[in-house]
């Protein structure tokens, strides 16, 4: 009798069942995975390629964290370089040649009024753990628990760092109105909408019955991420630093995701040329790896020791990264360099409104681009001076385009109060041709989603 072969099976290819096994297992609080179903296994630069072959240019860049883009040589270099010299891994907070080196480097760059008398706490490895080391240390130094934070925040998952964010309900927390060019809470828009919002916040502060707990610190971020790509004024800044310092607030600038050259200056409060009291740092100080500090003025270190820790402090791999990293941006001008490219970027996507009434924005700072998308034809419109009108967004038309640039080949992240703002974070090794790239197949992907029938039933949430 013979013996039939059994038809062969055809299996999914191995990145499905990575994926598959990714949604069984994984938590329902999974963000980037849902929107982006990649299974990366290389990249270099601004290039990932997929378990399946695929490659794509990343702007998304760990949300901002590899400023040298994947796997740069001079970050690979010092890590095998500390691995090699069998150093140990973990320190805890003791001091080691490899600590040295990052503190000093870091201190280096930053604004020299700030770094002559100026402390620094590594923290635990996320932003957010720095933004609660930051609340509680200004706490602890002013005998005072109340903190002025700005609608559309974000300061990160922990609980002190979501009371901080938009729309949460801590009582300590007074929320202050954070200026729009585009859509402004006052319906004034530019300049002036900037300047009533900073009347709004002195106000506030001195009005005996303004129900504002004795605020120990503002937060503020000098261009806010996730919150839509929303750069505050210059002007505005200098503001918000002469309210705090006359009423003896400590002011403290989130500088996690604006940090290391990405918006133009090393770092984003030199466009304004203020000096805050505390710096949150994270993200690309690591060099692509875990780490997270505060820098505040020597003043406000009244700290007892152990009133800070966090066993995963002293991370010497991720030390290495970032010393590499800071010293190769500073050394090579990528600050300046990502003003110019920028700048550059944001007047090719401006154009592309005149052929798109669906771009009702563009903003940003250096490489840290976003573009609002909304609705034209639906109403009733926002009315702010300086633009005009400002149709309603459109989160199902920003899902679509997300969606769009992936099959194109290009990652990009969704942000704003809506999901409505398509975020560019390149890396700042961007060169003009994968500038011009990136710029080109957004352009695709939007004419492609203006077209779709399906972009209303994306609309929603995506994180």
């Not at 590499?324 to 996507?349: D, F, H, I, P, S």
Request: aromatic share 4%.
């Amino acid at each position: 009798m013979a013996v039939t072969e059994p038809a062969p099976v055809e299996l999914p290819p191995a990145h499905e069942g990575i994926l598959r096994r990714q949604a069984l297992r994984e938590s329902a609080a999974r963000t980037y995975a849902r929107s982006l179903p990649i299974v990366p296994v290389r990249a270099r630069g601004m290039t990932i390629e997929g378990a399946d072959g695929r490659r794509y240019l990343d702007c998304l860049s760990g949300a901002g964290t590899l400023a040298l883009g994947h796997n740069h040589p001079v970050v690979l270099e010092a890590v095998r370089k500390v691995i090699d010299s069998g150093a140990p891994l973990h320190v805890l907070d003791l001091a080691t040649p490899v600590k040295d080196a990052f503190t000093t480097e870091l201190f280096s760059t930053l604004p020299q009024e700030f770094a002559d008398n100026a402390r620094i706490q590594f923290c635990g490895p996320a932003g957010t753990d720095a933004v609660e080391a930051a609340c509680k240390l200004v706490r602890a130094a002013s005998g005072r628990s109340g903190l002025l934070a700005f609608t559309g925040a974000y300061h990160g998952m922990t609980a002190g760092a979501l009371a901080a964010s938009g729309g949460a309900t801590d009582v300590r927390v007074t929320r202050l109105p954070f200026p729009h060019r585009y859509r402004c809470p006052f319906g004034a828009g530019g300049e002036r909408g900037a300047d009533i919002a900073a009347h709004w916040t002195e106000y506030l502060l001195d009005d005996p019955k303004g129900g504002v707990p004795a605020p120990a610190a503002m937060i503020l971020e000098p261009v806010q991420g996730e919150g839509g790509v929303n750069p505050a004024p210059d002007g505005w800044m200098r503001r918000m630093r002469e309210i705090t310092r006359e009423r003896s607030i400590a002011l403290i600038a989130d500088e996690v995701q604006t940090g290391v050259g990405r918006t133009g200056t090393f770092w984003a409060v030199e466009h304004s040329g203020i000096v805050p009291d505390v710096m949150v740092l994270s993200k690309a100080i690591g060099g692509s790896l875990p780490l997270a500090v505060i820098v505040y003025r020597s003043e406000l270190d009244v700290w007892q020791p152990g009133a800070h820790a966090g066993t995963f402090r002293g991370n010497q791999l991720a030390m290495a990264a970032g010393a590499a990293t800071l010293a190769y941006v500073r050394e090579n001008g990528l600050a300046e360099r990502a003003g110019t490219l920028g700048a550059r970027m944001l007047a090719r996507l401006q154009a592309l409104s005149a052929d798109h009434p669906s771009i009702g924005d563009v903003r940003g700072r250096g490489l840290m681009i976003g573009i609002e998308l909304v609705d034209p034809e639906a109403g009733p419109p926002t009315v702010t001076a300086e633009n005009g009108s400002a149709p309603p967004p459109d989160p199902g038309l920003a899902t679509a385009v997300q969606q769009e640039c992936l099959r194109r080949g290009l990652i990009v992240e969704l942000g704003g109060r809506h999901g409505a703002v398509v975020r560019l974070l390149p890396p700042l090794t961007l060169t003009d041709e994968q500038a011009t790239a990136v710029v080109d197949r957004l352009a695709d992907a939007l004419r492609a989603a203006e077209r779709s029938p399906y972009r209303r039933a994306a609309a929603g949430p995506t994180r």
